[in-house]
Structure formats: structure tokens, C-alpha cells
């Protein structure tokens, strides 16, 4: 998993609420399992004026041009500020996979549904909850000033903003502590890896028949 410690980037603003996971990653492109290739069909549905399908070359496809990610000024954006309930629905794991593998670092929001919350600190996707005020401002400053970038501060646990105020916010030490080590459930196992090997050593040698 990458390790995200700061990260300046050109933010995209997604102005709707309850944004569901379907909407995030379409149910047709969850065949795959392999956390990648998921970008070209993020927000498939908004970003696409026909209906996308698994292994189609999107180079192809009608775009519509009145979505935020197709119009030039976000071009390269890796910072998504969105509204409130961002990531509701299904559980789907691939939703933060698609929002990685678009580009995006971090997600700015009031509020989020708690397994896409969960899942995000899982894949190295920072999701950042402010109040609903300074969502609100920074949608403004994004929509006046074209390449608008935060700076995302997760040593700090602070969003800066052009002008240097910064926008404290909150964090769970471990989620933390995992995402500035880029740790996911795997890489905090192997940091055991010699107690692990230790142990099946001496079980190999206590119970042979378990490892025929």
C-alpha cells in the first residue's frame, strides 16, 4: 500500500450528495479482484453518455462534457471534495480502488458511509471529514479559481489551503499510523514475519501431520 504523509494536488469538485458506491464503480466492472484497472470507469455512469462495459476501450466512448472530470480546468486532479454520505451504499471494495487508480489521494467531505470510510483507510485513500461550513467555502474557492490545489497534511492532520489556513481534522492514531507507513492488514502481519516463521517451525516439529 502506498504511504500518504503530504500531498498537494488540483482538486475536483463533485457537487451532489449520497453519492452511492454504485455510482463510484458500476456493478458491471466488479469481475476483477486485481485493485487495478478501475479508473477508466470511475463514475462510469456520470462520465460517459453511453453505458459502459468490462474491457471496453474507453477512448472511444462519448464523454460528457458537462462532467467535472472530463472539463480541462480539473485535468490531473487528485484531491475529490465532495458532499455529505459520500460512498453509500453496497460495501463494495472497489470504490476506493477506482478512486486510487483515477489518481485521487484524498476525499474531502461533511460525512461518509462507514464501510466505504473503513475501506478507504484500507487502500491507502485518505478520507477526510470537515464540517459542512468549510465544504461549503472551499467548493467556492475551487469554482472561482481554476487549479485550485490543497495541500493535505496527514503528519499534521491539517488541509492547507492556498493562502496557508489550515483546516484541522480528525484521525484515529492507528488508521494514522498505517497510512503514514503504508500498512495495510498484510504489511502489519509481515512485520511479524519472523515470529510467524518461528511459530511454524515449532509446530511443524509438534504436529507433522498438519503440513503433509
Same mark, same amino acid.
Not at 69 to 98: D, I, K, M
Given at each position: 500500500m #502506498? /504511504?500518504f504523509?503530504?500531498?498537494?494536488g488540483?482538486v ?6 449520497n ?6 464503480i458500476?456493478?458491471?466492472f466488479?469481475?476483477?479482484?486485481k485493485?487495478t484497472g !478501475?479508473g477508466?470507469?470511475?463514475?462510469? @455512469?456520470?462520465r *460517459?453518455?453511453?453505458e %459502459?462495459?468490462p474491457?471496453q ?5 462519448p464523454? &460528457?462534457?458537462?462532467?467535472v472530470?472530463n472539463q480541462?480546468? *480539473? +485535468? %490531473?486532479a487528485?484531491v475529490?471534495l +465532495?458532499?455529505?454520505?459520500f460512498?453509500?451504499g453496497?460495501?463494495r @471494495?472497489h470504490?476506493p480502488? +477506482?478512486?486510487?487508480d ?16 473503513? &475501506?478507504?483507510?484500507?487502500?491507502g485513500?485518505?478520507p477526510?471529514?470537515?464540517? +459542512?461550513?468549510?465544504?461549503d467555502?472551499?467548493f467556492r /474557492?475551487? @469554482?472561482?479559481?481554476p487549479?485550485y ?5 496527514l503528519? #499534521?492532520k491539517v488541509v492547507? #489551503? $492556498?493562502? %496557508? ?8 492514531? !492507528? ?9 495495510d492488514e498484510i504489511?502489519?502481519s509481515l512485520?511479524h514475519?519472523? /515470529?510467524?516463521?518461528? *511459530?511454524? @517451525?515449532?509446530?511443524k516439529?509438534q504436529? $507433522?501431520?498438519?503440513?503433509v
Amino acid at each position: 500500500m #502506498k /504511504a500518504f504523509t503530504i500531498h498537494s494536488g488540483i482538486v475536483a469538485p463533485l457537487d451532489r450528495a449520497n453519492v452511492d458506491t454504485d455510482m463510484i464503480i458500476p456493478k458491471q466492472f466488479l469481475k476483477s479482484i486485481k485493485r487495478t484497472g !478501475f479508473g477508466k470507469n470511475l463514475f462510469d @455512469e456520470l462520465r *460517459y453518455l453511453d453505458e %459502459g462495459q468490462p474491457d471496453q476501450d474507453c477512448s472511444t466512448r462519448p464523454l &460528457n462534457k458537462e462532467f467535472v472530470l472530463n472539463q480541462p480546468r *480539473y +485535468a %490531473g486532479a487528485s484531491v475529490l471534495l +465532495a458532499r455529505e454520505n459520500f460512498g453509500c451504499g453496497s460495501s463494495r @471494495e472497489h470504490a476506493p480502488w +477506482a478512486l486510487d487508480d483515477y489518481g485521487f489521494r484524498a476525499v474531502l467531505a461533511p460525512s461518509f458511509a462507514d464501510i466505504f470510510f473503513n &475501506n478507504c483507510f484500507k487502500n491507502g485513500l485518505l478520507p477526510i471529514v470537515l464540517a +459542512a461550513d468549510d465544504i461549503d467555502e472551499l467548493f467556492r /474557492a475551487v @469554482e472561482s479559481t481554476p487549479g485550485y490545489q490543497l495541500t493535505v497534511d496527514l503528519e #499534521k492532520k491539517v488541509v492547507r #489551503k $492556498p493562502d %496557508g489556513v489550515e483546516l484541522a481534522f480528525d484521525v484515529d492514531q !492507528f488508521r494514522r499510523h498505517c497510512l503514514l507507513n503504508g500498512l495495510d492488514e498484510i504489511g502489519l502481519s509481515l512485520q511479524h514475519a519472523e /515470529a510467524i516463521t518461528s *511459530y511454524e @517451525e515449532k509446530r511443524k516439529q509438534q504436529a $507433522p501431520w498438519l503440513f503433509v
